[in-house]
């Protein structure tokens, strides 16, 4: 039954001495009508019960201590009446004004909502800790080379030597992401895993929920099996029913016997990992097979205390020549040490929270100075409301004074107005920050950072609401105060203005000003984000129609017998997919486009004909391993020489097609490089003909530069120093109509999984998803800025409207005057219309300093133009400009409609 | 002599007689219950407790700290005892209301 929140409100209102005794003797009576007429019939009662102890509160608490005071009771319960009546008096009044009510509740709902909102988000991902202990001495190791152009990795052998050789870490561990294929006795299935090294955990420092970490015996290259494993508590949940369950469990993961020896914390998060861990298995490193190459580690470390990053770095820096001397070169790799010394690998260490948001670091605070900016529009308008409203009741204030009101009274009920408008106005600017939230979450950019730990940030709601609040009782209640002490006979000649009226007629002026100009900065950069969006619109991505293209991944066992047999199962479960109904054409690939970071590979390549300089390496190049078809079912142009053949595969893969990027390094024709030759720097391989130029492909984002591709066969003879070379992983990319529907991906399962059971069938995802997840950094900051400059272009034109709607009124005998003195209507109407203009266009002209200058920070987000744009601000300017006039326009055709003879008959 | 007392409001007699039914076991709830179920009108429990704090600061009742049960999650009541002083006061306000109504019996009940 749920009777938490009514028996938490009478609780809280019921004096401490009584609580105990008040909420016992209401859940008796509760259990009482519930055992005689039912649940519903308690549940009506606890809740009138609640409403009737909240109506008495206050007159039970202060009578209370009127007794204990001897104080006579009758006054207080005096007084609270007659509160009790100002907010009926205001809840009954306020509706009656629903253009003054309506603005008011929401623009503090919208104020107080957005703020909200955006700073929960900006303090869960950049202020707030991460979930570690003592997380601030966790860094981020990566590796920098002339080579790459961003992280190299690290290797297993960096590990054996920093570990050995450094005075500033207190622990370091390596990881890999990847998946393991888990046998169960129903079929075989894919988990995400995270490969730890010795270290990794003890340097994160989270203790498991159940069990323990890996021991360091665990991680020894001979240890024995049963190997450890460790469950995330959602896996250990799913397939255990619980942790306590899960623990001691076998489990058969890559064929291989593993028990499970610890399951983590609920809530552990490992890094930004997604989607997160399933397991964790033990890295085993061999000190005895380590080499300098193979970069296939990330790594991060715990600082010794008081050591600072920037003191660990020039550590690890100490020991990247030791390293180089102590290791051996990967086997049949024909660069020599002199060559990588000049690759000059340079470690990096970042402390971990700014490496692991630092990318969005940027876009976050400009969203927050933008919702900064609404949240002071808001305030200025509700200033404004307030200031038009006490205008408004100068008269109807200054009468009651005159008849003897007390001015304490009046004050009174103009402070409980405000305060009925700013509870209502806070709660659904509560309402708003939790929906608004939810929807961030819902549809936030996955690559966000701590998505997952982002909820309402109590401080920052009480900050606003305490901001909106006090801007509405300043301006609203100290104001009409004012009039209330101070008897303003002239109020009662009409609105002859007094210099008093102007001065706040100066103010609220000032206020639209300051309003256009922030609406201004505002509009601008949603203007720039739109057309960022459709400049990456505009990017020809290298294929075709990605919704109609389906793509599944997966995993031919490591006991397939080697690449001759898996890429034959290949070809056999690209056959039985290709029959599928509704399929035009299908092919496989080592990577897909926008992939990311773990499918993606890098090799060096090497031309024939073209040495290399000594000292250096060849430079690296994207390497995909492709099958014949490939081309086709992406729709990516071949613009010289021909696709792969099946043919070319039986004869041991002797070809390869490159990228237009590429190809401009043999001349300014895609067809001068036919006929080249290329391979790795291993001596043993055999060289490839380029058979092939392709379009460029933009293989890592929209907004970033396409790579220089090479395309091998996906099966090579005497291939990066192997005979035989293939991918055990691969993509298989379907084009067809039915792409995306459920039936469609099972018939491609099925398919695959006529041609053998043990293969792992996952990530079925079309090739638009991977499209859209590209622009899903742009199009949410797109989203935020055109939600924050549509709001505060609606506050700035109420704004305007309310002022230019105030002078209207306020000048309507004069108006009445003149237009008896023969003005015409039309130039009635300019003359408002003018005043309108003038304010707004101070206001842009301000604003558009403030925009040169601001919008700056926006640089990082944009594509294709920069933050000076032109078109951006002569629409912006246009935008705001045309919806200032509209909003002195209506009040202006107002002014000129006045009959002469009735205004000044009413003099 | 009796000692002078202000008479006893309305909804203090309605306490003061559930007080004189239930005896040992006149608590908030119990009260409340009473009133509710006999003079058919739904109360608030603080509405219970301030009147019965008001007569006990008037001397009429005393309260005291009962045990803790599982009915009530662990919570004790507090109990309360009419006094002398008010079950003087409450008798005067009987007598006041029979000596009003005397005979009038047929009458009042005619009235609807």
């Known amino acids: 039954m749920r009777i938490a929140l009514p028996l938490r409100v009478i609780r809280a209102v019921t004096p401490a001495v009584n609580r105990e005794f008040v909420v016992g003797d209401t859940l008796e009576r509760v259990a009482e009508i519930e055992r005689e007429s039912g649940e519903r019939a308690a549940k009506s009662w606890l809740r009138r019960e609640m409403w009737r102890v909240v109506v008495r509160a206050p007159r039970d608490r202060f009578g209370a201590e009127s007794r204990i005071q001897g104080a006579q009771r009758m006054n207080t319960s005096g007084f609270f009446e007659s509160i009790g009546r100002d907010f009926r008096h205001a809840l009954r009044t306020l509706p009656r004004r629903p253009a003054f009510t309506v603005a008011a509740v929401l623009t503090l709902a919208l104020g107080i909502g957005a703020t909200t909102a955006i700073f929960s988000v900006v303090y869960s991902v950049l202020i707030k800790p991460l979930p570690y202990p003592s997380s601030g001495e966790l860094v981020r190791i990566r590796h920098s080379a002339t080579v790459v152009p961003e992280d190299l990795g690290s290797s297993g052998s960096m590990y054996f030597t920093y570990r050995a050789e450094n005075r500033t870490l207190a622990e370091l561990g390596m990881w890999s992401d990847g998946g393991e294929t888990l046998t169960r006795t129903d079929g075989t299935e894919r988990v995400r895993s995270l490969r730890a090294t010795y270290g990794l955990l003890q340097a994160i420092g989270v203790q498991p929920a159940r069990g323990r970490w890996f021991t360091e015996g665990e991680h020894a290259p001979a240890a024995e099996d049963p190997r450890p494993v460790i469950l995330s508590y959602g896996f250990a949940q799913s397939r255990f029913g619980s942790d306590a369950a899960a623990l001691g469990q076998e489990l058969l993961i890559n064929g291989r016997q593993s028990q499970v020896v610890g399951v983590m914390p609920r809530d552990f998060r490992f890094l930004d990992m997604s989607p997160q861990f399933d397991i964790i298995v033990a890295t085993r490193l061999d000190a005895a097979r380590e080499t300098i190459g193979n970069f296939n580690l990330q790594a991060l470390a715990r600082l010794k205390p008081g050591v600072t990053p920037a003191e660990a770095e020039a550590d690890l820096q100490r020991m990247v020549p030791m390293w180089l001397d102590a290791w051996p070169i990967i086997q049949g790799f024909s660069a020599t040490k002199e060559a990588l010394a000049n690759w000059r690998i340079t470690p990096v260490v970042r402390g971990l929270k700014d490496d692991l948001v630092g990318g969005v670091a940027s876009a976050l605070w400009v969203l927050m100075g933008a919702i900064g900016a609404v949240l002071l529009v808001a305030c200025a308008n509700i200033a404004n409301l307030m200031l038009v409203r006490a205008d408004a009741r100068r008269q109807e204030l200054a009468v009651r004074a005159a008849l003897g009101a007390v001015p304490a009274r009046i004050a009174r009920e103009l402070l409980v107005e405000s305060l009925v408008i700013g509870a209502v106005g806070g709660v659904l600017g509560l309402a708003l920050a939790y929906g608004g939230l939810e929807l961030l979450v819902a549809t936030g950019p996955s690559n966000l950072p701590r998505l997952e730990e982002i909820g309402v940030y109590w401080p920052v709601l009480a900050f606003t609401v305490a901001v909106s609040l006090v801007s509405t009782l300043a301006f609203g209640s100290i104001t009409a105060l004012k009039y209330a002490l101070n008897v303003d006979m002239s109020a009662f000649g009409g609105a002859r203005g007094s210099s008093a009226s102007r001065e706040r007629s100066a103010t609220r002026s000032v206020l639209v000003v300051v309003q256009v100009a922030l609406a201004l900065v505002l509009v601008v950069s949603a203007v720039l984000m739109i057309r960022t969006f459709q400049a990456l619109r505009d990017v020809n991505p290298g294929f075709a129609d990605p919704e109609t293209i389906q793509t599944v991944r997966t995993w031919v066992p490591n006991d397939s017998g080697g690449p001759v047999r898996f890429t034959r199962l290949q070809h056999d479960m690209l056959d039985a997919i290709a029959a599928l109904p509704g399929v035009t054409s299908a092919a496989f690939t080592s990577t897909l486009p926008m992939e990311g970071a773990p499918f993606n590979n890098n090799a060096l390549v090497i031309v024939e004909g073209r040495p290399v300089a000594p000292g250096t390496t060849a430079p690296p190049r994207r390497v995909k391993l492709v099958s014949p078809g490939y081309f086709e079912t992406m729709g990516t142009r071949i613009i010289a020489g021909r696709d792969i053949a099946w043919g070319d595969l039986e004869t041991g893969g002797r070809v390869a097609l490159i990228s237009e990027e590429f190809a401009r390094e043999f001349g300014p024709e895609p067809t001068d490089a036919l006929g080249k030759r290329i391979r790795s720097p291993v001596d043993t391989d055999d060289w490839r003909e380029v058979v092939g130029v392709v379009q460029s492909v933009k293989e890592d984002a929209l907004y970033q530069a396409a790579p220089s591709l090479v395309y091998f066969p996906a099966f090579m003879e005497k291939a990066f120093g192997n005979d035989v070379f293939g991918a055990g992983t691969v993509s298989f990319v379907v084009r067809s109509d039915r792409t995306g529907t459920a039936t469609f991906t099972n018939e491609i399962r099925d398919a695959v999984w006529s041609r053998s059971r043990d293969v792992p069938v996952a990530l079925e995802r079309t090739m638009q998803s991977l499209y859209a997840t590209s622009l899903a950094r742009t199009s949410f900051a797109l989203v935020m800025l055109a939600i924050a400059g549509a709001m505060a272009l609606a506050l700035g034109v109420i704004g305007i409207y309310g002022v230019i709607a105030y002078v209207v009124s306020q000048r309507t005998r004069e108006v009445g005057i003149r237009m008896a003195l023969g003005a015409q209507s039309g130039q009635v109407r300019t003359m408002f219309l003018r005043q309108g203009l003038v304010l707004s266009a101070t206001g842009v002209v301000i604003g558009l300093v403030a925009a040169l200058v601001l919008t700056r920070f926006l640089s990082s987000l944009l594509f294709g133009i920069g933050p000076t744009d032109a078109v951006c601000y002569v629409a912006a300017i246009a935008v705001i400009l045309a919806a200032a006039a509209l909003a002195s326009y209506l009040p202006a055709r107002r002014a000129s409609a006045i009959d002469p003879v009735e205004t000044l008959k009413a003099e | ?112």
């Open chain 2, 1 to 112: 002599m009796t000692r002078m007392t202000p008479p006893l409001g309305e909804f203090e007699q309605l306490v003061l007689l559930a007080l004189v039914r239930l005896g040992a076991d006149a608590y908030g709830a119990t009260v409340r219950r009473e009133i509710e179920q006999r003079a058919g009108r739904e109360v608030a429990i603080s509405a219970v407790y301030t009147t019965l704090e008001r007569l006990e600061a008037k001397g009429y009742v005393r309260s005291r700290v009962g045990e803790p049960t599982a009915e009530r999650g662990g919570r004790r009541r507090r109990h309360f005892e009419l006094l002398p002083h008010g079950a003087r006061a409450l008798k005067a306000a009987y007598q006041a209301f029979s000596e009003m109504t005397a005979g009038l019996e047929r009458q009042l009940k005619g009235l609807g």
